[in-house]
């Protein structure tokens, strides 16, 4: 219920722009294609922060989870565009959905890339996880329904990951100046730190993965339970 009250909420304050692009006669393929050069850009945020920042330095991953946010806007737009205009089509859902794949893939990538190259070892594996969940996500939803299988449910889909992992990079960049980008806190005789200013934004990043393959296998587990219901029809 919460989801459905934020959705309409955001298209509502979106409807505007919305107006704004269609008489424009901006295309839905642009904008999609518009959102997928802006998760370029926030992976290639993430990929500076690895080649020239220093480990501490964590405003590129606030800068990052800006764009993240950002080109996130572009993927609620482009439904919304095709639907005021009237140009709907199958190859446009088709357009957006594999973009919407590389765009995702990309934004993982830049993370991953950053965590690896700053040594944040636990917390690049953790992206790892999460880049497999968003993509399995994807893909049973996408298998369930070339079957003839509504797939849709689960809680960790597109909007959410995209709004956590963009949000939780914002606020560890943000945190990294009051608190510094190397702040660790050691509990004895634990032998390891038991949060540094990364789990800010590494935190979240493992609901994401937990969730997103949960929800993969519980659509997995969805599309049994109807393929099973159909066999026994028969």
């Known amino acids: 219920m919460l989801k459905e009250i934020a959705s309409k909420t955001a298209y509502k304050i979106l ?11 901006v295309s839905p393929n642009t904008i ?42 572009f993927d609620m737009l482009d439904g919304q565009v095709a639907r005021a205009s009237k140009t709907s089509s199958k ?7 594999v973009l919407d794949r590389y765009s995702e893939l990309i934004m993982f990538l830049g993370i991953c890339y950053y965590l690896v190259a700053q040594s944040y070892f636990l917390s690049s594996i ?27 449910v689960g809680l960790m889909q597109r909007p959410e990951r995209i709004v956590i992992v963009g949000t939780s990079a914002i606020a560890c960049g943000i945190a990294s100046n009051y608190i510094g980008g190397d702040f660790k806190v050691d509990l004895s005789p634990i032998p390891f730190h038991v949060f540094e200013t990364i789990t800010i934004f590494s935190i979240p990043m493992f609901f994401v993965a937990l969730l997103a393959n949960l929800t993969a296998l519980s ?11 159909k066999d026994m029809m028969k």
């Not at 802006?38 to 220093?54: T, W």
């Not at 992206?127 to 939803?141: C, P, Q």
Request: charged content about 10%; proline content about 2%; some cysteine.
């Open 126 to 152: 953790i992206a790892f996880l999460a880049m497999i969940g968003s993509i399995m996500v994807s893909y049973v939803r996408a298998r369930g329904e070339g079957l003839g299988i509504p797939c849709s």
């Open 219 to 229: 659509r997995l587990n969805h599309c049994r339970k109807v393929l099973q219901n």
């Open 32 to 73: 999609t294609t518009t959102g997928l050069l802006l998760n370029v850009a926030a992976a290639v945020i993430f990929i500076m922060g690895a080649e020239y920042g220093s480990r501490g330095d964590l405003n590129y991953v606030g800068w990052g989870g800006f764009m993240i946010l950002f080109a996130g806007l």
């Open 15 to 25: 409807q505007p722009l919305v107006n704004a692009l269609v008489r424009a006669g």
């Open 91 to 97: 190859f446009g859902a088709l357009y957006d959905s």
